[in-house]
């Protein structure tokens, strides 16, 4: 769920990017005393569910794969597109994309990589067959024919995607798409070793199979405990790459988090409790760092499973929910409260919110009681239902504060349920659940990228909502000529959900996390990723 930026339309109409800029990394200040020892230790706040770049969707895998893969463009934290794999590129029309692969890039284990690993690696993603949460991420690109394969109507082998030589790759698409080099960063598109999977199945993601495309090797994975992954030596970048070691590791619990990183365990912590917020601050506020963030956090409708295939139940847990209250004083970390599912400013485009996220909570809450009896639920008769949420004390807090409002507000009765992190993506994905915390953390720097999760068939919709208006609107914005356009687009959409409420949006983040003062080169963007092979540790 989440990986990269925007770019301009007169570079991406030039289509020479690729041969202009330097590719990131390493950047470390002259005069800096660098430790012998570069080894960094970062809490990633779960167990992954896989290291397959197919078989996941949060930063909790994309974390760890950013590290170990490549693709063909990457995006700085300023928004630039870098060419990765990719050398250079050039494109006719906005619509024929050729890429020309780095001479001499290689797996870890000093095999070529080559333009036709690219070709079925992508083949593998759109296929049904793989079940990929991002199946329809290249349709969304506008690949030609992946929508089609990702819905079983066409061959895996018709994607618009050719190898014209061992070097050479060309992308078909079917319109022009102004976000696509942004889109093509994504770790869902990183190349992966055929060979390697057809000799040992989904068993290839054990170290000793393992190989790798980007600056990182994995040597070692204790389920449930830690994963390493060490410098690859045939990195084509490897030069430029500092740290040898990165360790990752799966602690969920945010307190344990902090008191690991106090005792000199770790180097980053996955986040910042809000409970320790406030205190952190005061005591190592030079520790502290908060980043805005392209991500929101809401609670999403199983939309066909009654009484929530009634939007007007939606409507009145959506309107009864105080969010200022949530993002100010539950979180006070600089959160916003949210009122539409992308971001007030995304993109170059502003969303704007509707017209009752500025009445007064009274006016709310009566709207919200008037819906609810509409619906058939009163005193006499409450709304009873499960709240799903992700093992951590976040949540739970989060969690706690939304049930005691509609319990206040509207007699409501939400019964709180945890599940670990994979668990529990599970149960959306076999909606096996009433109410469920999620977040998305944009993919890209586009309002699609929220919205696309609401489209009718998308392999990301585990609310199964679908609303012909709604699919109608994000094909316009598709196609829209220029930002201004595509903004109107993006409106109507966010005011079809803002009616229909498939999910509550509940705030807008921030990255919190304490990092080491000897930690150098620790650079989120504006996704909130940042990468071990930027990074270096100082003498301390």
Known sequence: MKPRNRITSGLLAAGLLGSATLASAAVIPEGT???EKQELVRNNGSEPASLDPHKVESDVEFNIISDLFEGLVSVSPTGVIQPRLAEKWENKDNTVWTFHLRPGVTWSDGTAITAPDIVWS?????DPKTVSPYASYPGNMHIVNAADIAQGKMAPDTLGV??????TLQVTLNQPNAAFLAMLAHPSLVPVDKVLIARFGDKWTKPEHFVSSGAYKLSQWVVNERIVAERNPLYWDNAHTAINKVTYLPISSDAADVNRYKAGEIDITYTVPINQFAQLKKTMGEQLNVSPQLATYYYEFNTTKPPFNDPRVRQALNMALDKDIIADKVLGQGQRAAWAISQPDIGGVTIHNPEYASWPMDKRISEAKKL???AGFNDSHPLTFNLLYNTSETHQRIAIAASSMWKKNLGVDAKLQNQEWKTMLDSMHTHNFDVVRYAWIADYDDAATFLNNFRTGDSENTSQYSNPAYDEALRNAAKAPDVAMRGKYYQQAEDLLAQDVPAIPVYHYVRTHLVKPWV????????????TKDMYIKKH
Request: charged share 25%; no cysteine; glycine share 10%.
């Open 372 to 374: 609810l009896n509409e």
């Open 122 to 126: 992508w083949q593998r993603l759109v």
């Open 520 to 531: 150098g080169g620790f650079t989120p963007d504006k996704l909130g990723y940042y990468y």
């Open 162 to 167: 050719k190898a014209l030589d061992d070097t």
């Open 33 to 35: 005393v660098l430790a």
